[in-house]
Nanobody, 124 residues
Framework: QVQLKESGGGSVETGGSLTLSCTASGNTDSIEVVAWFRQAPGKEREGVAFIDESERRSYSDSVEGRFTISKDGATHTLYLQMNNLTPEDTAMYYC??????????????????WGQGTQVTVSS
């Protein structure tokens, strides 16, 4: 089994920065891809950023150029550096992992492991 635990959320003002972390434990060798999702109240869960075993990355249009996803294989930690934050970035952020092949990184049902989430709040 794989367990994911996020940290690093908080409250910042517009234009501020935060770095989220997600530490994986358990059978980490089974993980194929990892991603960050977010969900704001009343909205669907949205794919934010993705990285696979080949270090290939993708971002949603709404965060491209502001967010950076990275990982540290030695510590099984996934990061999301978020810069120039706006109130529209306010959401619960989730770390997700897939232990099999996926077709569309931004579709939440393809991921079978999820963390509990960490809240990011950006004030204007």
């Amino acid at each position: 089994q794989v367990q994911l635990k996020e940290s690093g959320g908080g409250s910042v003002e517009t234009g501020g920065s935060l770095t989220l972390s997600c530490t994986a434990s358990g059978n980490t060798d089974s993980i194929e891809v990892v991603a960050w999702f977010r969900q704001a109240p009343g909205k669907e869960r949205e794919g934010v950023a993705f990285i696979d075993e080949s270090e290939r990355r993708s971002y949603s249009d709404s965060v491209e150029g502001r967010f950076t996803i990275s990982k540290d294989g030695a510590t099984h930690t996934l990061y999301l550096q978020m810069n120039n934050l706006t109130p529209e970035d306010t959401a619960m952020y989730y770390c997700a992992a897939a232990t099999g092949f996926i077709l569309d990184w931004a579709r939440a049902p393809q991921y079978n492991k999820w963390g509990q989430g960490t809240q990011v709040t950006v004030s204007s």
